[in-house]
């Protein structure tokens, strides 16, 4: 049984037509395009951008991916994906997902990203204070 | 009929599963991931890289697009997208495409892209000699 | 200047990281999926899925494409797409787009799309006038 | 330290610019894309095609699917992918793969799939003799 923590950020996702494949299936990679697009909608729960940290001159790149597909998902299908930030290392964190389509309780999909911090020199950092901070963030929306 | 330059660069692709859609078809977007390959190929024929142009402060974003498709694409077929330039105007330039099953001559789709020439500070700028003089050379490969 | 009817569909749609390229444009055939999803948008607005069509056995593939590219699209910009039918004929129907950013009215990207109706044998067939009806139908949401 | 069978499948592929995002890098996502690219070779190598699998009723979809990204890829650049099975259960197998920047040595990714057997009715199956045969030959190219 998997565990989505209360303050998770749940995205809604229609699959598009061309984001399945000819086994009618949605394809396995473009799971990873809507776990971005979740990412980025639990941070603006948390009251800021993705892209306000790259403005900030912190990036963070997707180091290692993990997703079990359980269940399919189809065209038109409306899934939503809870999202939450797991673990935060010294240099690194993680991110955890669980999809289910919209209003029913079996779990589809999980999986996880870890993401390093890179500064502008394109080096591996520490993860700032700053950036821990609005990393460890209730959910404000 | 189209006419195709004796000079065209001919590029291999093979369709993928995830390029692929429900209905059985390469799906309609992807042809233009397709003519971007045909396009690095085309450089590469006459002894450069489309990089080396970013390189040099040029860049050549898409300003119109148009697709014909005339037969069907499906999974794990080999297509061959002869490409070529058709017209270089004084801040823009051409590409035609002409997409055939590997050895076969009939016509499955075809399509044309216009580029303007780009500078560093993300305006439109003239076709600098140097860069015109590569978009006319002969293919050299 | 282009002329939106005033029943048109509009459909937001927030770019991902994923949809960028190197040059930190949307990808120029990432269009094409949004204008796909906005045509998903335009069936639900008229009382209908696009799976319905096909369920009825009426495929819509797409046989011609045409984008102009007008504006940068940046990551996390949400786009508003105005979409609408805009010429039925015999065999073939036919979708206009016009892409703005969110709130604002200057036109980004324009396009259209060229659809013909395929039947369960796959072939081109006349377009039956159930579906005639379906595309003719004023936006009731 | 990855150990590469010395009868994997290697599958080299160029990147394109729209699997590049606004970071410069390859998208995490399109790796998957590249996998299954290396899956069809790593069955044309041992003497059918993917789709011949299907064409008997048998698809392999996806149940499990993990990346380690621990190198840049760029724009143009040319990958290897060296693929191969390395795991045969009574309804599941797995693909591991390990990427290469063309003629290097240094690990740039690695990654595996598992995939279950699935028959025409949708349901999982045990893999059938014929399958665990064609899953279990020598690379024979």
Redesign the interface.
């Known amino acids: 049984m998997i565990e989505i923590p209360s303050d998770a950020t749940r995205e809604l996702v229609?699959i598009?037509?061309?984001?399945?494949?000819?086994?009618?299936?949605a394809?396995?990679?473009?799971?990873?395009?809507w776990f971005?697009?979740a990412r980025?909608a639990w941070c603006r729960d948390r009251g800021f951008?993705?892209?306000d940290l790259e403005d900030m001159g912190v990036?963070l790149?997707?180091?290692?991916?993990?997703?079990?597909?359980?269940g399919e998902i189809?065209?038109?299908d409306v899934i939503e994906i809870a999202v939450w930030v797991s673990e935060i290392k010294r240099a690194a964190l993680r991110f955890d997902y669980a999809v289910f389509r919209q209003g029913e309780s079996l779990l589809l999909t999980d999986g996880y990203?870890w993401h390093v911090t890179m500064g502008t020199e394109r080096k591996a950092i520490s993860v700032p204070p700053h950036v821990r901070e609005m990393m460890q963030r209730p959910r404000i929306i």
């Open positions: 229609r598009r037509y061309g984001e399945t494949d000819r086994m009618g299936h394809y396995y990679a473009n799971y990873l395009f971005e697009q980025g951008d993705y892209k990036m790149p997707v180091v290692e991916a993990h997703v079990r597909y359980k189809l065209y038109d990203t």
